[in-house]
């Protein structure tokens, strides 16, 4: 920051840690800042599995590598822990080595916005409010163990997604022992990419930038990932590595161990998200990760994964695609297709454009040959390619690469396990350590790919071919050895003798996968889709899946049953009452003769993710309603789960808003309107905005209920449509708002996310509505009887009589407890959050006077600069205004304690050199550069000595000589 000679002052957020930052956290205490870490055991995630014969029987009975770079993962993309567990054997048996989650931690709870809706809520996955594991997308830390467990007992690895380069952009729903801006760098966007510093030191998309040159970040971090092995995770994947200064770069003359210390965790496998451009460093990375993991790691390859999804979004299956590695080597390398980030991000027109039939040819490509780990990326439930309703290039809801057909949690496409992507990661598996090579089988619409040792017994190839017509292969050139070649997918055949292949055909638009090795079992399974959700209207249609079952069978709960074949639709809930659960129970007979059941539960009207006391108060960030607003979504009907949605681009013809026009305050202090609006279509139903013409004098909410504050005239008014068609009514207001007999002021407790107010008079028998009342507000400015941020609820007149409360979360937790009459109390109290007591309000709290200035002056002072000589001392005065300031009180710092030093204003100088000298009162500070200069030493005598010297005196003969010494 440059100082300016003439700052009289400065807001001390701006200077808070100029200088002594470290003294000033030393006292704090941040035990609590990673919670599970007490339980936390050092584990080394590779001899835990590969040294455990349970896993390591599953893993050789799948034929799954021993390391985790060798294999394929498959990327759950927003799968909960729960969805996993149900679809780990068929993982296992589709040949993946490991699953990758989504970021495990608490983040920013966003299901007011709908019922687990994909497009407005995938991203906050990636917004961390706390460094504890658990959120209401993936599930609960102990889901995530019980996952890892069930994971191990079958062979398979988890990769967990970590969040650790920011938090959220909200910064308000931050956990408190994280809210400190200390923890972050500052608050400045990046503008320059190819800055390091900018790109590292700076906010990524308005996300809070963690600050990980602080120690209490870093230990944090590390003791998140630690936690996180310990319960079961075997690697990490790094979100927005890159932007994450490596240990040799110094910025703002901080150096950072962050990478030193956070990927010492146990973890056998890591790797980074660094999206390749200019001045990123990526081989450092990609060493990094390697060499900080026992068994392997590397980065993401964008360059490689952009070529791929060029190859095959053009339909252009040319070798050269598949093998372009430029800016890392390939053992260090994580590959795909496709990410969720260039699927969800709408990368060009790609999600649309790229079909399954063609992401399977890209995966082949690249998960066939010899290079670093394959990704597979599992799309949501028809969503992108050709699944959307208006075929390919359009999506399903016109709102982006999300259809909606699933909620987050649920598994996505079935692709994952389709039988030719399965062969392909089964010969990858066979092939490890095998020398690979890629060409051409006639032309760029067939690849091939050949993996070789010597042997018959160990060869094989890859084929995909995208040609519409078969492809005959004799004379093809090879590698393979002499011999024939099974087909995993067909049973087909193709022989090899001197160098050619002889014999031998792949069917048109189809992959092959030619080998003799031992591959893993069917993949089978029966469900129905979506996962969970509501039920709008009368009845819901359920896709049923069959997916290579026989036997499959369903059956609901409002009496339904039958035989279903993959695609069958059924309709659910037309019997169903509002909130009721409908249940659905699906039956089948595995490819490998195992049985299948699943039940899935569906709310009319209602979802089971949707919980309305889970602290989501403020349910859209600007990004979201930014995205809301470019797509034409309307924000209002993601408010409440139990209203149907309305749509926003709609003519209105006319609109016509009715209700009370007067409103006396002494008898009533709200009235009801209406709008009634008619559309072109007719019949459907926009949202309506309400807006007051003076909030002082009334407010009206989403509703349209009108809440008067003071006598005086105000105009609602009403707007709806794309034409943004609206009508007003004016409302007069006399009379005088009664003061409320009895409110009630609250702490908060710890943990809760929200705080209800239940009232009831034991004399009358009346309360205040149903369990568990009402929620309080919290004060955004100070009241005459508390502080800002207090809760607050103004208590309804119940009658004369024994008032009691209760206070609860709304879901589970309160005070007093249950079965205990509630706390007695009259007038205004308040409530620390803790007692099961209330106290009476004192409500004659003076407002405090902040300070508005502080100005530094001082014999010597002059522009903010004053100088001294070593030894030499100053008296400064701090002026504080105003002069009825409340807190006037001056604290004074010294950004070098060994240059010059201040008590109570005065500065001594110490020794050569700046410090700068600060003085704060309230929130504003001042500060002036105190330059020390060394004092110059007079000389105070010089003596003459020697031999013959006596009194200053010397005698010597003509040629004598005597040396003298003179001493100063």
Not at 480 to 505: C, F, H, M, P, R
Not at 554 to 579: H, L, N
Not at 713 to 737: F, L, R, Y
């Amino acid at each position: 920051m440059k100082q300016s000679a003439t700052l009289a002052r400065l807001s001390k957020k701006t200077v808070a840690f100029l200088a002594a930052a470290t003294t000033l956290l030393a006292g704090l205490s941040f035990a609590t800042a990673a919670p599970q870490q007490a339980n936390a055991a050092t584990r080394d995630s590779y001899a835990d599995t590969i040294g455990n014969p349970t896993f390591e029987a599953a893993r050789q009975k799948y034929g799954l590598p021993k390391d985790m770079k060798d294999g394929a993962t498959l990327h759950a993309f927003e799968w909960s822990f729960k969805t996993i567990m149900e679809n780990i054997p068929d993982i296992a048996k589709a040949g993946y080595t490991s699953i990758q989650t989504e970021p495990i931690v608490k983040i920013k709870d966003n299901r007011k916005l709908g019922t687990g809706n994909w497009y407005l809520n995938w991203y906050y996955v990636y917004q961390p409010t706390d460094m504890s594991i658990g959120n209401y997308v993936v599930g609960s830390e102990d889901e995530f163990k019980e996952m890892c467990k069930l994971a191990h007992q079958y062979g398979l690895r988890i990769i967990v997604d970590s969040v650790s380069n920011h938090f959220t952009s909200d910064f308000d729903v931050i956990e408190g022992k994280w809210k400190n801006k200390a923890y972050y760098h500052e608050d400045k966007q990046i503008s320059d990419y190819n800055n390091r510093e900018d790109c590292t030191q700076h906010k990524l998309s308005g996300l809070w930038d963690l600050n990980t040159q602080d120690d209490t970040v870093t230990e944090g971090m590390h003791d998140l990932l630690a936690q996180t092995v310990a319960d079961g995770a075997d690697g990490f994947r790094y979100d927005a590595a890159k932007h994450i200064e490596l240990s040799d770069e110094v910025f703002g003359g901080k150096q950072s161990h962050y990478w030193d210390t956070i990927l010492q965790n146990g973890a056998q496998y890591q790797y980074g998200e660094v999206l390749e451009d200019a001045n990123v460093r990526e081989s450092d990375y990609a060493n990094l990760f390697n060499s900080s993991s026992p068994r392997g790691g590397g980065i993401t390859d964008s360059s490689y994964g952009h070529e791929v999804r060029n190859a095959v979004q053009f339909k252009n299956l040319g070798a050269s695609h598949f093998t372009s590695h430029s800016k890392v080597t390939e053992d260090k390398t994580v590959n795909w297709v496709e990410s969720h980030d260039n699927f969800a991000n709408g990368e060009a027109n790609i999600p649309q454009e790229l079909s399954d039939e063609w992401i399977k040819y890209g995966w082949a490509g690249v998960t066939a040959q010899k290079n670093g780990m394959s990704l597979f990326f599992d799309r949501p439930y028809k969503d992108g390619g050709t699944y959307g309703t208006g075929g390919v290039g359009t999506y399903g809801n016109g709102s982006g690469p999300f259809t909606e057909n699933s909620k987050l949690g649920d598994a996505g496409s079935d692709l994952w396990k389709d039988p030719e992507v399965v062969a392909v990661n089964h010969f990858r598996n066979a092939m490890v350590g095998e020398a690979s090579n890629v060409s051409n089988c006639g032309d760029d619409n067939c690849l091939m790919v050949e993996r070789y040792a010597g042997s018959a017994a160990q060869d094989g190839m890859v084929v995909a071919n995208a040609n519409g017509s078969d492809k005959n292969l004799a004379g093809q050139s090879t590698k393979l050895a002499n011999g024939t070649y099974t087909d995993e997918v067909t049973g087909s055949t193709i022989t090899v003798s001197g160098g050619k292949v002889t014999s031998g055909t792949v069917k048109g638009q189809s992959i092959a996968a030619f080998s003799n090795k031992t591959r893993s079992g069917k993949v089978s399974t029966a469900e129905a889709y979506p996962n969970k959700g509501t039920i709008p209207g009368e009845s819901k249609t359920i896709t049923l899946r069959s997916y290579q079952s026989t036997n499959t069978t369903y059956s609901t709960s409002d009496g339904q049953s039958g035989s279903f074949k993959d695609g069958d639709t059924i309709e659910i809930g037309s019997k169903a009452k509002s909130d009721e659960v409908v249940t659905v129970t699906v039956k089948g007979t595995g490819a490998d003769g195992e049985a299948i059941k699943h039940t899935y539960s569906y709310t009319k009207y209602g979802d089971p993710t949707y919980d309305p006391s889970d602290g989501t108060s403020s349910p859209c960030d600007k990004y979201c309603m930014e995205y809301m607003e470019k797509n034409g979504l309307d924000p209002d009907c993601y408010i409440d789960a139990k209203e149907p949605c309305h749509p926003r681009n709609v003519t209105v013809t006319a609109i016509k808003v009715s209700g009370d026009t007067s409103m006396d305050l002494a008898s009533t202090q709200s009235v009801q309107l209406k709008a009634d609006v008619t559309t072109d279509p007719a019949g459907k139903r926009p949202s309506v905005t309400w807006t007051s013409s003076d909030t002082s004098v009334a407010t009206v909410d989403s509703k349209g209920k009108v809440s008067g504050l003071k006598a005086g005239t105000v105009k609602i008014t009403a707007t709806a449509g794309t034409n943004k068609k609206s009508d007003s009514i004016t409302i007069t207001i006399t009379g005088v708002k009664p003061e409320v007999s009895n409110v009630i002021y609250a702490t908060k407790p710890s943990g809760w996310s929200k705080i209800y107010a239940y009232v009831y008079n034991d004399t009358t028998s009346k309360n205040n509505g149903n369990w568990p009342g009402v929620e309080m507000t919290q004060l955004t400015a100070d009241d005459s009887c508390a502080k800002a941020g207090t809760y607050k609820y103004e208590v309804p007149d119940l009658g004369e009589g024994k008032y009691r409360v209760i206070f609860t979360n709304g879901s589970g937790a309160q005070t007093p407890g249950a079965s205990q009459p509630g706390i007695e109390f009259s007038g205004k109290v308040s409530w620390d959050g803790s007692s099961s007591t209330v106290t009476a309000v004192n409500c004659n709290i003076q407002q405090p006077i902040p300070v508005e200035s502080v100005t530094i002056s001082g014999n010597g002072v002059s522009d903010g600069k004053l100088s001294l000589k070593v030894g030499a001392s100053a008296q400064l005065t701090a002026t504080v205004k105003p002069d009825n300031a409340t807190n006037k009180t001056v604290s004074w710092d010294s950004s070098d304690n060994s240059v010059a030093k201040v008590s109570d204003g005065k500065v001594t100088a110490l020794k050569a050199g700046t410090a700068t000298i600060t003085a704060t009162a309230g929130d504003i500070s001042s500060l002036i550069t105190v330059t020390v200069a060394d004092v110059p030493v007079p000389v105070t005598s010089v003596s003459v000595s020697g031999d013959g010297v006596s009194d200053g005196k010397l005698s010597l003969k003509s040629g004598a000589s005597v040396q003298l010494t003179a001493t100063v």
